[in-house]
């Protein structure tokens, strides 16, 4: 059982780090945010444009549960002080236990609450759209990028996040070409950015007769989602539209007409592509949504790179290969840059991501990217 000291003394520690949190977050301002955009929220005829009342809605709704985050953890170590005091003053095992067991719990809560609070970029607190390529490998490349696609999609199910898949290339044997999808929720961006890089598997291939030991590898993109402040024009001109019919596994046909969209941005060669959509209008308009996403992150990578050039720093801190994914000869899972890991490759792929999240948050941070 925990001594008064010990107990004491996690109080101190969880009480320190959500002072930090607390100081960083700036809760006098946040309320002061909320206040103004409650006035917007107001307005009669704010849902007059729909696009405008959505971001201001939203908005609001993230600051109100980032303030009621802090609040409550707050409020809840102010309990468990009273509880430590009661259990002292009376001499009571049963209410410093129940203080203790509250400190615990709270314990990740902060924790977690901290990674969070140092996702400060500039899109950080966006939606998140991902887009995973199977690379080298052949189909154990194709079947590893399938495998990645279900791992994200069950850590978001996890966290209740919504998600929306914009377009699937499946490969002819088995697996997926690419995927794309978008992430619903608050700091999507800034919190899946750590995961953008290669992933590489190893194992006995299920596709190879003779039983070797096969690498694979799939290659991660993560790109915050455009608002309408982002101010990015796509002019009719800069694009060609090519529709075509939606497929699924192995090619079979699961659209009977040409719905499915795919756009070529001119002055770059950008070329992206919808297919869930029920009609080629929405379609065209999620394709739309995700050029608009890639040509922001180019713009955000070029002012990158003007800023490393006048610092000096012509490299880039992150490397390509970022994690591997061990099935043979031995059970792992490490992150190449956080050197963070696991012996479980099965409960990874079944979406229990946050301890490499986390750690590639910090380890993020202490590069200064």
């Keep these: 059982m925990a001594t008064v000291d010990d107990i004491r003394s996690l109080w101190a520690d ?66 468990a002080m009273v509880l430590i005091e009661l259990g002292v003053e009376e001499d009571d095992p049963e209410t410093l236990a129940e203080a203790n067991a509250t400190l ?24 998140a759209l991902v887009t995973i390529r199977s690379e080298a490998g052949g189909v154990d490349a194709a079947d590893f990028a399938e495998m990645l696609l279900r791992m994200y999609l069950r850590w978001a199910d996890r966290h209740g996040y919504a998600t929306e898949i914009y377009d699937i290339s499946y490969a002819e044997e088995a697996g ?56 990015i024009d796509i002019p009719e001109a800069d694009i060609r539209v090519d529709v075509f019919r939606s497929s699924g596994p192995g090619g079979q046909s699961v659209n009977t007409t040409d719905s499915a969209v795919r756009i070529t941005h001119l002055p770059t060669g950008l070329v992206v592509s919808c297919q869930n959509e029920k009609s080629q209008l929405q379609n065209k308009q999620a394709a739309l949504r995700v050029l608009q996403s ?23 801190s992150w490397g390509s290969q970022m994690r591997s994914y061990v099935l043979h000869p031995y059970q792992m899972v490490k992150d190449l840059r956080t050197e963070y890991e ?22 993020k941070r202490q590069q200064g990217n």
């Design 294 to 316: 890639r040509l922001l992150e180019r713009v955000r990578a070029e002012r990158e790179a003007e800023l490393r050039q006048l610092k000096g720093d012509g490299g880039n």
């Design 176 to 231: 997926i070409k690419s995927a794309t999808f978008q992430v619903r929720a608050p700091f999507a961006y800034g919190t899946l950015s750590v995961e953008q890089g290669t992933h590489r598997l190893v194992r006995i291939s299920p596709f190879d007769n003779q039983g070797r030991r096969q690498t694979g590898f799939a290659g991660v993109e993560v790109l915050p989602v455009t608002q309408e402040a982002d101010h």
């Design 342 to 363: 696991v012996g479980n490759p099965m409960a990874v792929f079944d979406g229990d991501l946050d301890g490499f999240i986390d750690a590639g948050i910090r380890w």
């Design 104 to 127: 615990t719990a709270m314990k990740d809560k902060v924790e977690a609450l901290e990674v969070r609070t140092l996702l400060n970029g500039e899109y950080d607190d966006r939606d």
């Design 14 to 79: 969880l009480d320190q780090t959500l002072a930090s949190i607390e100081a960083v977050i700036d809760i006098p301002r946040k309320r002061g945010e909320i206040a103004v955009l409650e006035d917007q929220v107001a307005v009669p005829d704010l849902w007059s444009d729909p696009e405008h009342a959505q971001t201001v809605t939203s908005q609001l709704s993230r600051l109100q549960a980032e303030v009621e985050r802090v609040t409550t953890l707050r409020g809840g170590l102010d309990d």
